[in-house]
């Protein structure tokens, strides 16, 4: 299970994650791209890192940033449309 925080902010619906690392200051995002992160956590804290990971290493893959974020709008407002969006599935 993925602790998460469900919170409406001025009428936008966000999850916030939580990941419990022990260290004494808030990693870089170079830091939490290293697997070396990794070690040592919990499934749940795993899971809830791996998260921004993903996502960070998919966009360094995107040959076209400004092509891709259109497209991806375009899909949301269609899952929208249909009561098939949402954070949780994945898009």
Known sequence: VVPIIEVVWHGIDLDVL??????SQ?????QIL????LKG????????????RVTE???KLIPNPATFA???RCVRLWAKQRGVYSNKMGF
């Open 18 to 23: 939580f990941a419990k690392i022990e260290r």
């Open 26 to 30: 808030v990693p870089t995002l170079d």
């Open 34 to 37: 290293d697997d070396s992160i």
């Open 41 to 52: 956590l919990d499934d749940a804290t795993t899971k809830s890192i791996n998260g921004p």
């Open 57 to 59: 290493l998919i966009a």
């Open 70 to 72: 259109l497209v991806l």
